[in-house]
């Protein structure tokens, strides 16, 4: 299976933009999905995973309120809405499968980048 991401661009501080993981050979609702993101020269950092429960753990607290993760089963996708985008969101965004959420990283989507001008 794999995971196929799309949906970045470019967009003005206070825009939106939504994210899109689709999932090929298996089932979207099988695994939690995580959304991280990377900016050069720095680490990876988880955003948010969503549960197969449907629940939501952020782990930035400036995305809070600000980005919303859900799960489509009848599309195998799950979504990434991103809310008043500021600069600091400038970054490549991927999605990954995870056993549980914090746990491991099952496999990686490809990455899109997501760019916010001031």
């Known amino acids: 299976g794999q995971l196929v991401e799309s949906g970045g661009g470019l967009v003005q501080a206070g825009g939106s933009l939504r994210l899109s993981c689709a999932a090929s050979?298996?089932?979207?609702?099988?695994?939690?999905v995580g959304w991280f993101r990377q900016v050069p020269g720095k680490d990876r950092e988880a955003v948010l995973c969503l549960s197969t429960r449907n629940v939501t753990f952020h782990y930035i607290t400036s995305v809070k309120g600000r980005f919303t993760a859900s799960r489509n089963v009848a599309d195998n996708t799950v979504y990434l809405q991103m809310n008043s985008l500021n600069p600091e969101d400038t970054a490549v965004y991927y999605c990954?499968?995870?056993?549980?959420?914090?746990?491991?990283?099952?496999?990686w989507g490809q990455g899109t980048q997501v760019t916010v001008s001031s």
């Open positions: 990954a499968t995870e056993n549980y959420c914090a746990g491991y990283i099952l496999k």
């Open positions: 050979g298996f089932t979207v609702d099988s695994y939690a």
